[in-house]
């Protein structure tokens, strides 16, 4: 058995021990206990700070510039749709059915897989972080967030999050911004031609959103979209409501910051507005990036992704990357192939051989 065919049996032995124990966002304590033991039997020093695990190459030299490795280990819960035990591991037709599997435990184990591979090399041009993050399916503030607002986490020069992209690279991300909104009107009889309404008032701003194209348009992302998802007002049929609440899905591009958009739709709106944070911003990285390079010269195709991960709380150049295929995350039934694991595996190594070794 070669070392990669040893690592991805090992992969795979981890992620039906990850599967087998409950870890929805916050709970992930236990998920967080294996980590450690799975570091243990590698004989790699750890750290650990709530649920989240990380570790750093052996011979780590902070006159290099660092690599993050980065995946999740929590999950979201199952809906009711399953047929299958969402946390007994099975094998079937070369699928790994589980919850969590797809999204992100396939990533998650094959970037271990990577990490281990070139953990006790010494002849390496950059450090290697790897960070197990909790919290990542609810923007927790618990979660990789909480390592670099703390510190914990050296200078880094770039990043690989992984996320099930068929190991096609991601080079850039929406951001989010969500927004609540509330239209102000005046109460009165409906009977009568008596007060301001609120819903009314709203359905103009709600118009504007529905219409307004920001001028610039990214490359890779498309235009920034914002969708109104949430709408209340009123308690009785007669009555005129004074106030119309409703909630803005904001996608931002690299083309402009959280502040600019919330800016201009604050100025073209009536309503009060309120964001409900800023932390979750676009993120890109340069098609001409090493890392980016060694993808394409391997046959990977780039694309731009329309949701959300760890990558919006990170600062430095990021590229989303993972086996597994997006659109199996969430579902009932989920799934990876085992082909895949090998493959993600197999590509990272090579990937990142091309940038970090001499």
Known sequence: MTLQQQLTQNAVELLKKLISTQSFSREENQTGDILEEFFREQNIPFRRKINNVWARNQHFNSALPTVLLNSHHDTVKPNPSWTLNPFEPLIRDGKLYGLGSNDAGGCLVSLLATFCYFYYRND????????????????GVNGLELLLKENDLPEIDFAIVG?????????????????????HGKSGHAAREEGDNAIYKAIRDINW???YSFPKVSPVLGPVKMSVTIINAGKQHNVVPDACSFTIDCRVTEQYSLEEVFEVIDK?????????????KPSSISEDHDIVKAGLE????????????DQAVLSCQSLKLGPGHSERSHTADEFIYLSEIEEGIDLYIKMLGKVITG
């Open 209 to 211: 959103i529905q219409n």
């Open 124 to 139: 390496l041009k950059f450090n290697l972080l790897i960070v197990a993050s909790a919290e990542e399916e609810i923007s």
């Open 268 to 280: 073209h709106t009536e309503s009060e507005i309120a964001a409900r944070s800023i932390r979750l």
């Open 163 to 183: 996320e099930p992209t068929q190991m096609h690279l991601a080079i850039a991300e929406k951001g989010l911004m969500v927004l609540d909104c509330v239209a």
């Open 298 to 309: 391997l046959g990977r195709t780039t694309y731009g992704s329309p949701t959300t991960s």
